[in-house]
């Protein structure tokens, strides 16, 4: 497990600095430009990223605001996101594009110490795996948001395969999520990587599947696309088809 959580370190790493190289370019009022996210500017996301990385920060080492335990002195979920957007209203954009540099630096050192065998209390808990892959899918979609607002184009990675798996392994919560009743019958995906190669996930001989480009896939688990914009995705059964219908990948 080590050996993952070092992969997975990295490619948060990459997926940070990536998004960090675009935010060097934004100066002056590009700063409040409004995102796809409604009623969030560029500085609203930034702030968004560095808040929440503080509070995964203290909700691994028991520190001053760890997620569930700030959440329960908060009025609505919604609160713990304004929280950090507020804070960096405080701030230029410049200076709330630094204190993430210095977030996410913090998370890393943080998570990169964990013991493998933790289990993170973070909503309804999660692995360590899952929890490094869960602020790995948050940089990527906000960083969607960046590069639509900016008009930079946002190359999709394979760092896109944890994504990937993070959607499948959250369909228990999307389907709670949506006050559904989860199908019973398993489902296989079939997803096409950035350099072509297909991913696969689930029972290979599950007569339920998904398949399509893996960019879209995540897009749609992420709410950046809609289900009916997305071109190559194909749901074969009625328990595909509600997956998708559901599909969500962050609480």
């Known amino acids: 497990m080590a050996e993952e959580i070092a992969v997975l370190l990295d490619d948060l790493a990459a997926e940070q600095h990536a998004l960090v190289d675009v935010l060097h370019s934004v100066t002056g009022d590009t700063w409040f ?3 796809p996210a409604r009623g969030w500017d560029l500085r609203d996301t930034v702030s968004h990223l560095a808040d929440t990385d503080e509070i995964a ?3 691994c080492t028991g520190g001053n605001r760890p997620l569930n335990e700030f959440a329960q002195d908060l009025s609505t979920a919604e609160d713990v ?7 960096g209203r405080r701030l230029p954009g410049v200076a709330v594009l630094a204190w993430w540099e210095t977030t996410q630096s ?3 050192a ?3 110490e964990l013991d493998p065998s933790m289990r993170v209390p973070w909503g309804l808990g999660m692995r360590v795996p899952s929890f490094i892959t869960a602020r790995l899918m948050e940089t990527w979609a906000h960083g969607l948001d960046v590069r639509t607002t900016l008009g930079v184009d946002a190359p999709d990675t394979d760092r896109l395969r944890h994504i990937a798996w993070l959607a499948i392994r959250a369909l228990p919560y999307a389907f ?3 006050g559904v009743e989860m199908p019973t019958t398993a489902v296989r995906f079939e997803l096409r990587g950035p350099d072509g190669d297909v991913w696969t996930f689930g029972p290979p001989d599950a007569t339920d599947c998904i398949r399509g480009d893996a960019g879209e896939f995540c897009r749609v688990f992420v709410q950046r696309l809609a289900r009916s914009d997305a071109a190559t995705l194909v749901a074969e059964g009625d328990a595909a088809d509600a997956a998708l219908d559901v599909a969500r990948a962050y609480l």
Do not use: C, N, P
């Open 33 to 35: 430009s409004a995102t």
């Open 81 to 87: 996101t304004l929280w950090g957007v507020l804070r």
């Open 176 to 178: 709670g999520v949506a």
């Open 57 to 59: 920060v203290d909700t």
């Open 110 to 112: 943080v998570l990169a």
């Open 106 to 108: 913090a998370e890393r």
